[in-house]
């Protein structure tokens, strides 16, 4: 179980997150939706340790962030969504780095990158520089990373992004399986057809404040007769102004 409680971040004088309290269920894919600024990517590097709150507090598991951070970010797989640091080593370089910061085996490394390898088709790019990738491989890269030492919690940011159709349809596949194993898998998406079709609840940010949290079946509930898109829009308005967390 994963709980943000009056989570606020402001960066130079913008708050990106307003007293976020938010509570994720083992067993559930949970989407954060919102607008480019609304705050999902706040609530997602907040989570993975890449930021730190200016006030409120993260949990674990009944353990608290900041006080267990690296026990806690060992449970965490995380994507980001614009990992330019690595650009320069090879797929496996980079996949050798995280599996370090997992404290895994060879062995255990070569078992489960040679699924992920099969299930990503990325076998023949495995020693390849991640610079000369497109981006729809470079995102197979990191996805690959985050679930390479098949962690507890997945946190994937735009995972699906840049995905060709097939690797799309396996990843949405594997993170199904991992909420139904009583993991958790919390991801940011702009597509409402995938929040619709993979998510047990949704959470709707504007603005840095969560403005929804609950089932699809629930917000469609509060808005009869309306499509998804218009439920969204209603709640979300027009796109913002991009703050400091321009995702």
């Not at 990325?122 to 890269?141: A, C, L, N, P, T």
């Not at 469609?220 to 209603?234: A, C, D, N, R, V």
Request: net charge negative; aromatic share 8%.
């Amino acid at each position: 179980m994963i709980e943000f409680k009056d989570v606020t971040k402001v960066y130079e004088g913008t708050v990106a997150l307003n007293q976020l309290n938010l509570t994720l269920q083992s067993g559930e894919i949970v989407g954060l939706i919102g607008h480019n600024g609304a705050g999902k990517s706040t609530t997602i590097k907040s989570l993975v340790s890449v930021i730190t709150p200016s006030s409120g507090q993260i949990f674990v598991d009944g353990k608290e962030l900041s006080a267990n951070r690296l026990e806690i970010k060992k449970k965490i797989g995380y994507v980001a969504d614009s990992p330019d640091l690595f650009l320069r080593l090879t797929a496996n370089e980079f996949w050798e780095l995280v599996a370090t910061s997992y404290d895994m085996t060879n062995a255990e490394v070569e078992e489960r990158l040679g699924n992920l390898l099969h299930i990503f088709d990325f076998g023949s790019h495995r020693y390849e520089v991640i610079d000369s990738f497109s981006h729809g491989m470079r995102q197979k890269v990191f996805v690959i990373a985050a679930l390479l030492s098949d962690p507890d919690i997945w946190v994937l940011d735009e995972p699906l992004t840049g995905l060709d159709p097939q690797a799309a349809f396996d990843l949405k596949q594997m993170m199904r399986q991992h909420a139904d194993k009583g993991n958790t898998v919390l991801f940011s998406t702009h597509v409402l057809e995938v929040a619709e079709q993979l998510c047990d609840k949704v959470a709707i940010l504007k603005k840095g404040k969560l403005i929804f949290y609950g089932t699809i079946e629930e917000l469609k509930g509060q808005h009869p007769e309306q499509s998804l898109e218009t439920i969204y829009l209603s709640l979300a308005g027009r796109r913002e102004e991009v703050s400091p967390d321009a995702h």
